[in-house]
């Protein structure tokens, strides 16, 4: 299962550093190509995560279907995290080049066949086609990278990478309404058709590969396995919410999606070539970063989730100004990622994702006091040290493991890094939902808010501008003190989050990475 070309110290660091390149030497001019052509996909999948939201109440009238609005998002989400795993090993089989173009192809496609939807079904369907070739594109991308630069200069360009997510967050939103009102709903998806074709393309003439093997052995029932344990689990997660976390029906996907990982583990352990090398968490950094990136999901998307949420419903904001209030959090993140690359090179892997998850514990713990009224620059604060800590440690994180995975692993074990974030993001979400619904509804329940003529005050106005404006001011800040309230027990559970990833990233290695100079050569093994 994956033999080492140097030992690994109870650490986790290869020791000695032996040079072994991961793929053939290119020129400057040929990684740079590379480089662009990774930058482009990363700038389609970031723009495509904020741009669908700003079009999505004109979709919805021109298509109808209300009832599933979720699902565009969800069918999206559920096809891409489940897509990360496959996409990363089957490039450890077959190369990344030719798995790279396959995933900007099955994106492209899904965009194309979105734009074309005549129904809200054709929608979610043609969604979950994108989000699978989505599942690809960070990746692959992050893991092409890993072999065409050194550890140190990795570090360095990892704020470059960063700050395509940074621009892509701030212009989605701007872009997705132009588009809209000027000229039709179904561009949104028709505008990734030239990028999409250009990442394909450059990729396909600038990176050079070795050969690899003629016949790979698949571990089949091992990649059924994983992707049905995930589909399940993730289908349970967004049905919770809906249904009720006591559903008989949301009980049975769970405990399905525990047997099937129990049977995925058993599976792996008696596989030739494990889909999933178990080897891989006896290398301490790998094992401690993927606890810690599933710990600091929790945070990262509850911010994202649920800081809107709190600036629309307590202060009667639009949307549009509701989902500016995360600027901050992106911006300190992208420049977070920059010094922490350079911090890496200078410190130990543990000092920086420690200082990191500090940050975001810090910033989260402000969250629990926000009160209704609380000033923007209280809000803009504690969030720009939350995203200043996602960029010290997811950046350091990402690094790290691939610095100690084998090459013939370092598709699956970059994979992998995301992978936990986004199952850890999943069920931070599910559960902060449950707990700001259950808050909320306990709350409103035991107010007398009144009956008038038009019957009971329905809670939900309190994100409606206008019917904000029916209501009596009083009533208006009693369901604003109320859902202060449940988002401040809601945001208690992203900073439980911060903390306990905090804790474990004691746990990485003190020692500073030890590629400097050398190849391209992230050694390390069981």
């Not at 052509?37 to 741009?51: C, D, I, K, N, Q």
């Not at 559920?78 to 790279?100: C, H, N």
């Not at 599942?135 to 704020?159: F, H, N, S, W």
């Amino acid at each position: 299962m994956g033999s080492s070309s140097a030992a690994v110290d109870e650490e986790g660091l290869a020791a000695p550093p032996m040079p072994a390149p991961h793929g053939p030497q290119i020129s400057k001019r040929r990684r740079l190509a590379v480089t662009v052509g990774v930058m482009v996909g990363s700038f389609l999948a970031a723009m495509e995560a904020t741009v669908v939201g700003t079009a999505m109440p004109t979709i919805i009238a021109s298509l109808g279907g209300i009832e599933r609005y979720s699902w565009v998002f969800s069918a999206y989400l559920l096809t891409a995290t489940v897509g990360v795993p496959l996409w990363g090993k089957l490039s450890d089989l077959y190369g990344r080049k030719r798995l790279y173009q396959l995933g900007v192809l099955c994106f492209l496609g899904g965009s194309v066949l979105c734009g074309v939807a005549a129904s809200m079904t054709q929608l979610i369907i043609f969604r979950a086609v994108q989000g699978l070739g989505a599942g690809a594109l960070v990746p692959l991308g992050m893991t092409i990278l890993a072999d065409v630069y050194t550890t140190e200069e990795r570090a360095k360009i990892q704020g470059v990478f960063s700050s395509v997510w940074g621009l892509a967050s701030i212009a989605g939103p701007l872009a997705g309404g132009f588009i809209t009102d000027r000229l039709s709903w179904p561009w949104v998806f028709f505008i990734n058709v030239p990028f999409a074709l250009a990442a394909a393309g450059i990729m396909g003439a600038a990176l050079v590969e070795t050969s690899r093997p003629a016949r790979p052995k698949i571990d089949y029932a091992g990649a059924v396995t994983l992707t049905a344990a995930i589909t399940v689990l993730l289908f349970a997660l967004v049905e919770g919410g809906a249904l009720g976390w006591d559903s008989p029906f949301v009980v049975g996907m769970l405990v399905a999606a525990a047997a099937l990982a129990a049977a995925f583990l058993a599976i792996e352990r008696r596989a030739e070539e494990p889909f999933v090398p178990l080897s891989l968490f006896r290398i301490r950094t790998f094992a401690v970063t993927s606890v810690a990136g599933f710990l600091i999901g929790i945070p990262m998307f509850g911010a994202i989730s649920f800081i809107p949420l709190f600036v629309q419903g307590t202060t009667g904001s639009s949307a549009t100004e509701a989902g500016t209030a995360l600027t901050p959090f992106l911006l300190s993140w992208v420049a977070s990622a920059v010094v922490g690359g350079r911090l890496l090179l200078r410190l130990n892997p543990r000092a920086v994702v420690v200082l990191g998850g500090a940050l975001v514990t810090a910033g989260f713990v402000l969250l629990t006091a926000l009160e209704r009224g609380a000033s923007r620059s209280f809000i803009y604060f504690a969030l720009g040290l939350v995203g200043a800590g996602m960029g010290f440690s997811i950046t350091t994180m990402l690094i790290s493991v691939q610095h100690t995975a084998p090459r013939e692993q370092l598709g699956i074990a970059t994979s992998l890094s995301q992978f936990w974030r986004s199952i850890g993001g999943a069920v931070g979400v599910a559960v902060m939902g449950a707990v700001l619904a259950s808050s909320f509804a306990a709350q409103v329940g035991a107010m007398d808010l009144g009956v008038g003529a038009g019957g009971p005050v329905d809670p939900n106005v309190v994100l409606d501008r206008e019917a904000r404006a029916a209501l009596a001011p009083e009533v208006v800040d009693r369901l604003e003190d109320a859902l202060a309230a449940a988002l401040r027990r809601a945001f208690a559970v992203g900073a439980v989050g911060a903390a306990l990833a905090l804790l474990v990233g004691f746990a990485l290695p003190k020692r500073r990475l030890l590629d400097h100079s050398q190849a391209p050569a992230a050694v390390g093994g069981e």
